[in-house]
């Protein structure tokens, strides 16, 4: 697999996840009870990165729109989303937060 540094640890809060632009996507990095997820960022329903939403509970509310998504699988839990998040895989290495856009085998 190919990891890509996103950010350091240090740039991840409960309340505020982290945007990154990597390789031409946008993705967003969230800290939820102690774990690190990565998601595309932008909302397919209208571009709003999610990263700019209310986090609660695991779920983040599109800023624009109201949709609601799980951080942690992705899926689409309330209109208008109009489908379910790409999730990527992540990692920690010495304080660096990477992902990478092959699926885990």
Not at 86 to 97: H, M
Request: proline share 5%; hydrophobic share 35%.
């Amino acid at each position: 697999m190919s990891w890509k540094n996103v950010c350091e640890v240090s740039q991840v809060k409960e309340d505020f996840p982290f945007s990154a632009n990597v390789e031409g996507k946008e993705v967003g990095v969230y800290l939820i009870d102690g774990q690190y997820y990565a998601l595309e960022d932008v909302c397919p329903h209208a571009y709003a990165l999610l990263s700019q939403g209310f986090v609660d509970d695991g779920k983040v509310e599109c800023p624009l729109h109201e949709a609601v998504f799980d951080v942690r699988t992705g899926q689409c839990l309330r209109e208008p989303g109009g489908r379910d998040l790409q999730i990527y895989p992540i990692r920690v290495i010495d304080n660096q937060i990477q992902i990478t856009f092959i699926a885990e085998e």
